[in-house]
C-alpha cells in the first residue's frame, strides 16, 4: 500500500512569493492534516481536512491556507512568504481505530525562504 | 506551562544500552499517547501507541504511562545504530475527532554508538 506523498520535496523561495504544497493520503484515508515543522517550535499544527471541509485550524495566520478535493487529495498554500516560513511541512492522513486516531506522514517538503 | 514537555536531548549512548525517553504534560483530560521516530529528511512514523495506564511492549521498545503522575516513557532495550532518530511523543484529548486534539513533544534526539 503506497503511503502518504508529498511534492515537491524541496522548494527555495524569495520573501513575498506564495507557494503551494500537494498531498496525496494514502488510499481510504479521508482525512488529512497538515503541520509546520521547526527546530525553534517542533510539529505545529495548521490544519485539517476530512470530506474537502476544513475541520480545525490551527493558530496560524490567514496567508496560510488549504483545500481537499473529492479524491481526498489536498494542497496547502503560503502566501506572502516570509523568512520565518522556512520549515520542513508535513502531510499526514489518518486511519481511526481503536486506541485513538494514527497519523501516517509523508516525507514532507522542505522550503527555504530567501 | 506548555502542554507537553520533553528533553530535546541530544542523547548518546552506546550500542547494546537500554534507552530511556520521557514526556510529561499538564492535562489530566489527555486520553490517548503516542510515540513517532523520524529520521533525518523523513517524516515521523508510529512506533507505539497506547490509551491506558500501564506498558505496552512491542519487541524490543516498551511504552510505559503513568495517569497519575502525567508522565510517559519509551524504552529501547539493546538500542542499536539504526536506532539513531529524533523520537517524538504524541497525546491526544478526544478520539474520533479532528486532529487538532494531538498536541507533539518537541522530540528528543537518540543517536546510539556502534
Known amino acids: 500500500k503506497a503511503g502518504v506523498t508529498q511534492t515537491p520535496r524541496y522548494l527555495i523561495k524569495t520573501r513575498g512569493q506564495q507557494v503551494t504544497l500537494s498531498c496525496s493520503p494514502i488510499?481510504?484515508?479521508?482525512?488529512v492534516s497538515w503541520y509546520q515543522q521547526t527546530p525553534g517550535q517542533g510539529l505545529q499544527f495548521l490544519f485539517e481536512?476530512?470530506?474537502?471541509?476544513?475541520?480545525n485550524k490551527g493558530n496560524f495566520p490567514g496567508r496560510f491556507s488549504g483545500r481537499q478535493f473529492s479524491n481526498s487529495r489536498s494542497e496547502m498554500n503560503v502566501s506572502t512568504l516570509e523568512l520565518g516560513d522556512s520549515a520542513l511541512y508535513l502531510c499526514a492522513s489518518t486511519r481511526t481505530s481503536s486506541g485513538g486516531e494514527k497519523l501516517f506522514f509523508g516525507s514532507g517538503t522542505q522550503l527555504s525562504v530567501l | 506551562q506548555k502542554e507537553v514537555e520533553q528533553d530535546p536531548g541530544p542523547l548518546s549512548v552506546p550500542e547494546g544500552a537500554i534507552v530511556s525517553l520521557n514526556c510529561t504534560y499538564s492535562n489530566s483530560a489527555f486520553q490517548y499517547f503516542m510515540w513517532y521516530r523520524q529520521y533525518s529528511r523523513k517524516g515521523p512514523e508510529l512506533l507505539m501507541y497506547t490509551y491506558s495506564s500501564g506498558n505496552k511492549e512491542d519487541g524490543r521498545f516498551t511504552a510505559q504511562v503513568d495517569k497519575s503522575s502525567k508522565y510517559i516513557s519509551l524504552f529501547i532495550r539493546d538500542s542499536q545504530p539504526s536506532d539513531s532518530a529524533t523520537y517524538l511523543c504524541?497525546?491526544?484529548?478526544?478520539?474520533?475527532?479532528?486532529?487538532?486534539?494531538?498536541?507533539f513533544g518537541k522530540g528528543t534526539k537518540l543517536s546510539v554508538k556502534p
Open positions: 481536512y476530512f470530506s474537502e471541509t476544513q475541520r
Open positions: 504524541a497525546i491526544q484529548d478526544s478520539y474520533g475527532g479532528s486532529q487538532g486534539n494531538l498536541i
Open positions: 488510499s481510504g484515508h479521508r482525512s
